[in-house]
């Protein structure tokens, strides 16, 4: 099966910083890479589909790119309310991987 | 508006059995993908089961399979998921999602509020 690696697993940012998640797959899947969002006590909610396809009312301040093994999730100005736990799904195939998660904080 | 509607958990021993059910309302039930995902407490997202709109395919993570058994009556909009021989590491959060497909995979869209599955003697 092909696993999913998240880095950092965790980090603390300032507001107005630039923050970048990295996921990679242990083989390539094309471009069928989502990413969520979990905010403390939440359900998730789907950020970016197809590496890089903003989901419907997701600020523009979220962006993806990448395909085959290599992905990130860029916060292009980390606000307060971006703090969460991240999460990639691989879902090309079954088993539909999450990646381990990476706990975004304010410093 | 897109709603789904879990129901089911609760306490049980290791080795019981649990019924999960989630209802959807506000999407043509019989046209999507359905999933079961879970999260145990202080922990991760983890992918459970899912199954193709006519139950045609069906689909587990590893550490389920023949115990778990996913099903679906479009008739009621409902989703289940049959825990057997259940064990203290499926105490989790569990989550009902609709696959939405494109072109080759399906996301998930839309999730409920998830029910407490805790397993414990």
């Known amino acids: 099966d092909i696993q999913m690696t998240q880095s950092p697993s965790s980090l603390s940012a300032s507001v107005g910083d630039r923050v970048t998640i990295t996921c990679r797959a242990s083989?390539?899947?094309?471009?069928?890479l989502a990413w969520y969002q979990q905010k403390p006590g939440k359900v998730p909610k789907l950020l970016i589909y197809?590496?890089?396809t903003l989901q419907s009312g997701v600020p523009s301040r979220f962006s993806g790119s990448g395909s085959g093994t290599d992905f990130t999730l860029t916060i292009s100005s980390l606000q307060s309310e971006d703090v969460a736990a991240y999460y990639c799904?691989?879902?090309?195939?079954?088993?539909?991987?999450f990646g381990g998660g990476t706990k975004v904080e304010i410093k | 508006e897109v709603q789904l509607v879990e129901s089911g958990g609760g306490l049980v021993k290791p080795g019981g059995s649990l019924r999960l059910s989630c209802v959807a309302s506000?999407?043509?039930?019989?046209?999507?993908?359905m999933n079961w995902a879970r999260q145990a407490p202080g922990k991760g997202l983890e992918w459970v089961a899912n199954?193709?709109?006519?139950?045609?395919?069906?689909y587990y993570v590893d550490s389920v399979k023949g115990r778990f058994a996913i099903s679906r009556d479009n008739a009621k909009n409902s989703l289940y998921l049959q825990m057997n021989s259940l064990r203290v590491d499926d105490t989790a959060v569990y989550y009902c999602?609709?696959?939405?497909?494109?072109?080759?995979?399906?996301?998930?869209?839309?999730w409920g509020q998830g029910t407490l599955v805790t397993v414990s003697s």
């Open positions: 999602a609709r696959g939405y497909y494109d072109s080759g995979g399906t996301h998930f869209d839309y």
């Open positions: 506000g999407f043509t039930f019989s046209s999507y993908w």
């Open positions: 199954i193709k709109q006519d139950e045609s395919d069906k």
């Open positions: 083989q390539g899947i094309s471009n069928y």
């Open positions: 197809a590496a890089s």
């Open positions: 799904q691989k879902y090309n195939s079954a088993p539909l991987t």
